[in-house]
């Protein structure tokens, strides 16, 4: 294997290149490899500058994450980088690509930064639940100003290389080849005589103002980064940027550094980073299979959904035929995608000929056989099984062999679809989520006669379209609606029981899911889920109290926020919920109606209820083998569900409050609640009973 780290001499300056594919991470090798080049080049007769650049397309875009596992081994960062910014001869950062984590910090380590133009420098350690601990958090404010500074590390936005200009952490910016650039740049500085210069020596800058701006930054993670410590650390340690000198501030770093590698909010998040990579990995599925080649895509119904997944295969460049039963509803798809794309010009993020090449890239149409030269036919049209099967005997007659046909249901029976074709080894659930063009999730449901290489296309097609793809088999709401299932269920009980649609959802929401589940059903239209239930009646419990609040807001007309009213009112200009005491009273009324003991629960038996219920559910989905893994799982619901990442996902989760905890929780609710709702799954009690987790399962699983 050739050196990670070497260098070259031309004329008077030497020229350093870090070569670690793919991205140049930082692992021990490069810093081990950087120590000694640096170490050679120090005081070497004749040198007079030093460029430090990367082969590829990236400048360094982070560090090998399994060193937090693995710990840090010698030389460390600061020993690293502390040599470059010791160095007696002005030392050039030629910086293309993306310039990530410890790569951001190499740069500042260095005296002066050369960036290509399309280069962007980026802070993404808190997505990590970590802050920069290579000194990016000290010198970062010595260059660019605090207010930057903490914008850049709290979003993990990267800043464009015009951008870093402006603010002082690019010294130049250049159209063409940045090693050539940053090379004259060097020798201009040799011309002139100008030394090294050093960022930790550079004052602050923006130290006036700073405790104010500490102050409001604090203020508003703990509203927009709930729960999280790892926002307020590096809050922190840029305070003490400004207050210590900077050797002190770097032990600050260092030791909150230390503290976030160790909690549960950075573990969870890791957990994360390795999921969202091992679901695609399908257990059983050769490694070899091929995914079918997808050119054309065709779809099938451009409604709401439709209209979504046109628009994702139109944004990466795929042509799509978009068939709907009436001109109307065909011209008011394409409507509502010119809309939604006029919104991202509007926004600035989409060029306005970029919007007409992806409208281009759309073809509409009111007939089928349009559809006999697409790859992929997606099928999004009403939740009716009968519908869906009469169209999918349509597109069997119509579509050309090998063409994969994927279906959008949430809910129905995938086999029961498939079996009204000839090729049922070509069919596929694709479940998107609302609004299907900005959801990351991809739930693809592998049918009972599914072939193998169909699965491994729409993993392929799920990448390609930027979606996270993840896999289960068939039942009923799959992975994501299932365990949503005595979830729901759970949070509408808590409301019969005494407590407000508010309560609910606050306890929830400051818990740290996206959206309260009742604000939830009030987004999507209260209907949806009671229409849903009233088809599968006869699968039901027989229980007046199960689900009964959406079914008397639906009695009532109130369907969610499209009235303006459903467990909440929207009625004010900006369209924010607000409690109703109508709704409240009524559905007290109810309570009373159906002898519901009034237990008023509060935050924590709320919180207990829904995310033990759903973790429970989860659980049967491993046993039967509709999840995969439990990190599937935790893919699914932070993906697609507004789970906190920062908690892992729910059974990560689960782990982390320990499986006998919630068993026992599970067993008091069995007395305490609705009993024939409060069943622990047998894999939960064999787990909890032996003191084993589902992280242990599934390493065994996979062994
Ligand atoms: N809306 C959601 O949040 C959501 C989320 C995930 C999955 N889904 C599923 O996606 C599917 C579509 O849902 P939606 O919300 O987009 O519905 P929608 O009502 O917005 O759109 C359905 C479209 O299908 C068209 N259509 C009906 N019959 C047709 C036929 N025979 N041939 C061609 N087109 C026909 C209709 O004209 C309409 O434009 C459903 O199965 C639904 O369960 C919806």
Same mark, same amino acid.
């Given at each position: 294997?050739?050196?990670?780290?070497?260098?070259?001499?031309?004329?008077?300056?030497?020229?350093?290149?870090?070569?670690?594919?793919?991205?140049?991470?930082?692992?021990? +090798?490069?810093?081990?490899?950087?120590?000694?080049?640096?170490?050679?080049?120090?005081?070497?007769?004749?040198?007079?500058?030093?460029?430090?650049?990367?082969?590829?397309?990236?400048?360094?875009?982070?560090?090998?994450?399994?060193?937090?596992?693995?710990?840090?081994?010698?030389?460390?960062?600061?020993?690293?980088?502390?040599?470059?910014?010791?160095?007696?001869?002005?030392?050039?950062?030629?910086?293309?690509?993306?310039?990530?984590?410890?790569?951001?910090?190499?740069?500042?380590?260095?005296?002066?930064?050369?960036?290509?133009?399309?280069?962007?420098?980026?802070?993404?350690?808190?997505?990590?639940?970590?802050?920069?601990?290579?000194?990016?958090?000290?010198?970062?404010?010595?260059?660019?100003?605090?207010?930057?500074?903490?914008?850049?590390?709290?979003?993990?936005?990267?800043?464009?290389?015009?951008?870093?200009?402006?603010?002082?952490?690019?010294?130049?910016?250049?159209?063409?080849?940045?090693?050539?650039?940053?090379?004259?740049?060097?020798?201009?500085?040799?011309?002139?005589?100008?030394?090294?210069?050093?960022?930790?020596?550079?004052?602050?800058?923006?130290?006036?103002?700073?405790?104010?701006?500490?102050?409001?930054?604090?203020?508003?993670?703990?509203?927009?980064?709930?729960?999280?410590?790892?926002?307020?650390?590096?809050?922190?340690?840029?305070?003490?940027?400004?207050?210590?000198?900077?050797?002190? +501030?770097?032990?600050?770093?260092?030791?909150?550094?230390?503290?976030?590698?160790?909690?549960?909010?950075?573990?969870?998040?890791?957990?994360?980073?390795?999921?969202?990579?091992?679901?695609?990995? /399908?257990?059983?599925?050769?490694?070899?299979?091929?995914?079918?080649?997808?050119?054309?895509?065709?779809?099938?119904?451009?409604?709401?959904?439709?209209?979504?997944?046109?628009?994702?295969?139109?944004?990466?460049?795929?042509?799509?035929?978009?068939?709907?039963?009436?001109?109307?509803?065909?011209?008011?798809?394409?409507?509502?995608?010119?809309?939604?794309?006029?919104?991202?010009?509007?926004?600035?993020?989409?060029?306005?000929?970029?919007?007409?090449?992806? /409208?281009?890239? /759309?073809?509409?149409?009111?007939?089928?056989?349009?559809?006999?030269?697409?790859?992929?036919?997606?099928?999004?049209?009403?939740?009716?099984?009968?519908?869906?099967?009469?169209?999918?005997?349509?597109?069997?007659?119509?579509?050309?062999?090998?063409?994969?046909?994927?279906?959008?249901?949430?809910?129905?029976?995938?086999?029961?679809?498939?079996?009204?074709?000839?090729?049922?080894?070509?069919?596929?659930?694709?479940?998107?989520?609302?609004?299907?063009?900005?959801?990351?999730?991809?739930?693809?449901?592998?049918? +009972?006669?599914?072939?193998?290489?169909?699965?491994?296309?729409?993993?392929?097609?799920?990448?390609?379209?930027?979606?996270?793809?993840?896999?289960?088999?068939?039942?009923?709401?799959?992975?994501?609606?299932?365990?949503?299932?005595?979830?729901?269920?759970?949070?509408?009980?808590?409301?019969?029981?005494?407590?407000?649609?508010?309560?609910?959802?606050?306890?929830?929401?400051?818990?740290?899911?996206?959206?309260?589940?009742?604000?939830?059903?009030?987004?999507?239209?209260?209907?949806?889920?009671?229409?849903?239930?009233?088809?599968?009646?006869?699968?039901?419990?027989?229980?007046?109290?199960?689900?009964?609040?959406?079914?008397?807001?639906?009695?009532?007309?109130?369907?969610?926020?499209?009235?303006?009213?459903?467990?909440?009112?929207?009625? +004010?200009?900006?369209?924010?919920?607000?409690?109703?005491?109508?709704?409240?009273?009524?559905?007290?009324?109810?309570?009373?109606?159906?002898?519901?003991?009034?237990?008023?629960?509060?935050?924590?038996?709320?919180?207990?209820?829904?995310?033990?219920?759903?973790?429970?559910?989860?659980?049967?989905?491993?046993?039967?083998?509709?999840?995969?893994?439990?990190?599937?799982?935790?893919?699914?619901?932070?993906?697609?569900?507004?789970?906190?990442?920062?908690?892992?996902?729910?059974?990560?989760?689960?782990?982390?409050?320990?499986?006998?905890?919630?068993?026992?929780?599970?067993?008091?609710?069995?007395?305490?609640?609705?009993?024939?709702?409060?069943?622990?799954?047998?894999?939960?009690?064999?787990?909890?009973?032996?003191?084993?987790?589902?992280?242990?399962?599934?390493?065994?699983?996979?062994?």
């Amino acid at each position: 294997m050739s050196e990670p780290v070497t260098f070259s001499i031309a004329g008077d300056v030497a020229v350093v290149m870090i070569d670690s594919p793919p991205v140049n991470a930082v692992n021990q +090798g490069v810093r081990a490899g950087l120590k000694q080049v640096f170490t050679e080049l120090r005081g070497k007769p004749g040198i007079k500058a030093i460029v430090l650049g990367c082969a590829g397309k990236t400048f360094v875009a982070g560090a090998d994450i399994k060193e937090f596992d693995t710990g840090i081994a010698a030389p460390g960062y600061h020993e690293v980088l502390r040599l470059i910014e010791d160095s007696l001869v002005p030392v050039v950062a030629a910086v293309q690509g993306t310039a990530l984590g410890a790569g951001t910090e190499i740069a500042l380590a260095c005296h002066y930064r050369v960036a290509h133009e399309a280069a962007r420098f980026g802070l993404p350690e808190l997505s990590l639940g970590i802050i920069p601990g290579a000194g990016g958090t000290q010198r970062l404010p010595r260059l660019v100003p605090l207010e930057v500074a903490l914008d850049m590390a709290l979003t993990g936005k990267p800043l464009p290389a015009g951008k870093a200009a402006e603010a002082g952490l690019a010294d130049r910016v250049v159209g063409g080849e940045v090693m050539p650039a940053a090379l004259a740049y060097a020798r201009e500085l040799v011309a002139s005589g100008a030394g090294p210069r050093r960022t930790r020596e550079q004052p602050v800058k923006g130290k006036e103002g700073a405790a104010e701006l500490f102050a409001a930054q604090r203020a508003q993670v703990a509203k927009t980064m709930r729960n999280r410590q790892s926002p307020i650390a590096l809050i922190t340690a840029l305070q003490a940027a400004v207050e210590q000198p900077f050797d002190e +501030g770097l032990k600050v770093e260092g030791r909150l550094s230390s503290q976030l590698e160790q909690a549960t909010e950075s573990k969870a998040l890791r957990h994360l980073f390795y999921a969202e990579r091992e679901v695609r990995k /399908i257990p059983g599925l050769a490694a070899n299979i091929a995914p079918r080649p997808i050119a054309r895509v065709g779809i099938v119904g451009a409604g709401t959904m439709g209209g979504g997944i046109a628009m994702c295969c139109a944004n990466v460049g795929i042509p799509v035929t978009l068939v709907d039963a009436t001109q109307q509803n065909l011209d008011r798809g394409m409507a509502t995608i010119r809309k939604n794309y006029e919104r991202s010009v509007s926004r600035g993020s989409l060029k306005p000929e970029q919007l007409e090449e992806r /409208i281009k890239l /759309i073809s509409p149409t009111l007939d089928y056989s349009a559809l006999a030269n697409a790859d992929l036919i997606i099928e999004a049209v009403f939740e009716n099984l009968a519908l869906k099967k009469e169209i999918f005997a349509k597109l069997d007659a119509v579509a050309k062999p090998g063409a994969i046909l994927g279906t959008n249901t949430s809910t129905l029976d995938i086999d029961e679809i498939a079996a009204v074709t000839r090729r049922a080894k070509d069919v596929i659930g694709l479940h998107f989520f609302s609004p299907a063009n900005v959801m990351q999730l991809l739930e693809i449901v592998q049918a +009972g006669k599914t072939a193998p290489d169909v699965v491994v296309t729409a993993l392929d097609i799920a990448k390609r379209i930027k979606k996270t793809g993840v896999v289960a088999k068939v039942c009923y709401g799959f992975i994501g609606n299932r365990m949503m299932d005595p979830y729901g269920r759970e949070a509408e009980r808590c409301v019969l029981e005494g407590a407000t649609p508010a309560q609910v959802d606050g306890a929830l929401e400051q818990w740290g899911m996206a959206m309260g589940i009742l604000a939830v059903y009030d987004m999507a239209g209260v209907d949806v889920g009671y229409l849903t239930r009233a088809e599968r009646k006869h699968l039901l419990p027989d229980d007046p109290t199960f689900y009964r609040p959406t079914a008397v807001l639906y009695e009532h007309g109130w369907l969610g926020q499209k009235s303006g009213r459903g467990y909440y009112r929207y009625d +004010g200009a900006d369209r924010k919920r607000t409690e109703d005491p109508e709704v409240i009273a009524l559905l007290q009324e109810e309570a009373k109606r159906l002898d519901v003991p009034q237990r008023k629960p509060g935050a924590q038996e709320i919180q207990e209820r829904c995310l033990y219920a759903m973790i429970n559910e989860g659980a049967l989905l491993l046993e039967e083998g509709v999840a995969l893994r439990a990190s599937d799982i935790d893919v699914v619901y932070t993906a697609g569900y507004g789970f906190p990442r920062y908690r892992g996902g729910p059974m990560f989760y689960a782990d982390t409050v320990g499986l006998k905890v919630i068993y026992d929780k599970i067993m008091e609710f069995q007395k305490t609640l609705d009993p024939r709702y409060w069943q622990p799954a047998p894999l939960l009690k064999k787990l909890a009973l032996a003191g084993s987790s589902f992280a242990q399962w599934q390493a065994e699983q996979s062994r």
